[in-house]
């Protein structure tokens, strides 16, 4: 397996991860898949703004991705950042979540932001313990904020702190 940063040849897996977690699980809020102009757009963007999309890739298949962006777009939240990352579903307990979260983290440490926040799910048990496993603790929880499939979504927020910087 490679980490590397995305290319454009690798946005069509990434909208097939995209897209599954839109259709199967709760992971996303969103009920509409994406295409491919999405992605390539979405791409951009973080490129522009200087933020990685990296993807755990195996012989040209995209297994994972995972990206951060600004968390608000007011000026006194520059120095946070809120991430996503998705797995693919065949390839969920090997190991990638961990890599990416690890190459993630490292990266906006580099960019010298202070916080990383993380909004789950509430009943994704298994990306709640990656974070708190990682360091993320837990820091708030809003019940019935979201719903999918029917059912109210309670979302959890969890933080780490990616520096020990008094000030900024």
Known sequence: MEL?????ADLAGITE??????????????????DLANRLAWHAER????????????????LGFASFGDWRAFDGYRHTVEHSIYIRADCHGRGLGTA???????????????????????GNRGSIRLHEKLGFRQ?????????????????????LL?????AP
Do not use: C
């Open 100 to 122: 990416l979260m690890q190459a993630l983290i490292g990266r906006a440490r580099a960019l010298g932001k202070h916080v990383m926040v993380a909004s789950i799910e509430a």
């Open 17 to 34: 991860i995209y897209n599954h977690a839109v259709r199967e699980t709760t992971a996303i809020w969103n009920e509409t898949e994406v």
């Open 162 to 166: 990616l520096d020990d910087r008094a």
């Open 139 to 159: 820091v708030g929880r809003m019940p019935e904020v979201g719903m999918k499939f029917g059912v109210w979504l309670d979302l959890v927020f969890l933080q």
């Open 47 to 62: 490129q522009r703004l200087g933020y990685p999309v990296l993807v755990a890739v195996r012989g040209g298949a995209v």
């Open 4 to 8: 590397r940063d995305a290319i454009p």
